[in-house]
Structures are given as C-alpha cells and as structure tokens.
C-alpha cells in the first residue's frame, strides 16, 4: 500500500496518510494535501514550501509502523540529545 508522509521544513514528520484517505480527503492530489499542512487555500502554489510529501509504499501498516519508529530512534540532535533542537549563535 502507498503512504503519503509530510515533513515540515526541520524534517520532522509531521502527518501520514494513506492513498485511500488521500484520494477522500484532497482528491488523489500530493500537492492539496501538502497545502493542506501548510493551511493555505487551494490557489496557492507550493513552490515555495519548506515541507515536502514523501511517497512510500509497505506492504502493511506495520512495516509503515516499524519505519516511522525507526525514525525517531536514529535521529539525534545538538550535542546527542534526543529532543528536537536548533543551531544557537553562542
């Protein structure tokens, strides 16, 4: 099955959907969902958003489920820390 998964523009994922939820809610359109996200209305471009929609295909919801935990395992931040983190000017 393919998932639609948005990340905002630290590349934190942010929401997944699957294609049936895709072509009910925003009409089989990766670019309306990602609108969607960015809550922008339906004549706006996308040209210029700083998230992105990934496609990927699983054959179940658990593999979908052991990659998005996979994610959240090997990402570190400043220094080693688990949280979410930015760059400082010290």
Known sequence: ???YLYF???GHLR???GEKELAEKYHNDPDEFLRAMHNV???TTVAHA?????TLVFSD?????D?????SDGVTGFYECRSESRPYNF
Do not use: F
């Not at 700083?50 to 990934?54: A, E, K, L, W, Y």
């Not at 919801?61 to 489920?65: D, F, S």
């Not at 990659?67 to 994610?71: D, G, I, K, P, Q």
């Open 1 to 3: 099955m393919r998932y």
């Open 8 to 10: 905002d523009g630290y």
């Open 15 to 17: 929401q997944a959907i």
């Open 41 to 43: 209305g339906p004549s």
């Open 50 to 54: 700083t998230g992105q929609v990934s």
């Open 61 to 65: 919801e658990n593999e979908l489920n």
């Open 67 to 71: 990659y998005l935990e996979s994610l």
